[in-house]
């Protein structure tokens, strides 16, 4: 059987991509971009971090140590070191202060107004949207469908990916791998994008369409490193 494209087959900069989204998802991961980026090009302090991001969750109430200790410590050990996996942070030499990166990433407006944003009310679409980002199949999906004027049927787009993730033209996709994209399509990847209005996806007729999002930059759904 022909392999189809897992986490092992994408390219460099198409895990590099899978990282910046798995970031973006997180609200408390916006939060310390947008802290850094508010004071580039200086960098911070952890403990200074901890303080401004702990102020910014609870902005009426007086942050205790206890709060900022808290908050350090899950920068050390879960928030950095994944924001700096993705390079969208960078710790200077001795590891005691932290800026924010020129990752091209933040070239795009968007991420820029999203990781300024001190608004909360967007921010569960906000995590199932760049959740769904995170993964280069679900990209590709997104680029075959943006370029539909109308809803096709899910074998069409499993061939056409098939194509699109092998380097061949559609007919040679063996029928093999079209039978397993078509089966990953219809129980993982079309159910999530259809959960966060990504695309239109009707599962009696077995068609699917680009549905977009307000927040959605058209190239994010390509290589940004």
Known sequence: MTTTQSSNTESPEERSLNAVFDCLASSDRRRVLGILDEQ???????????????SSGHSDIAESDRDVQQASHVLYH??????????????DTDGKRIAITDHPVFDDERISAVIRSDSDTTSDSL????????????RTILDVLSHQ????????????????????????VPADTV??????????HLPKLADTGLVEYDSGEQTVAYAGHPQLSV????SMS
Request: proline letters at 5%; hydrophobic letters at 45%; a negative charge.
């Open 78 to 91: 879960t928030h950095l070191p994944k924001l700096e996996a993705a390079k969208l942070i960078v710790n």
């Open 219 to 222: 190239p994010w759904m390509h």
């Open 149 to 172: 004027l109308t809803p096709i049927y899910t074998d069409t787009l499993a061939r056409e990916l098939g194509a699109k993730e092998q380097g061949i033209a559609e007919a040679e």
């Open 127 to 138: 995590a199932e949207l760049f959740r769904a980002l995170a993964d280069g199949r679900r």
């Open 40 to 54: 580039a090009p200086n960098s911070l302090s952890r403990r200074e971090l901890a303080t401004r991001l702990v």
């Open 179 to 188: 039978d397993e994209i078509l089966a990953q399509l219809t129980h993982v």
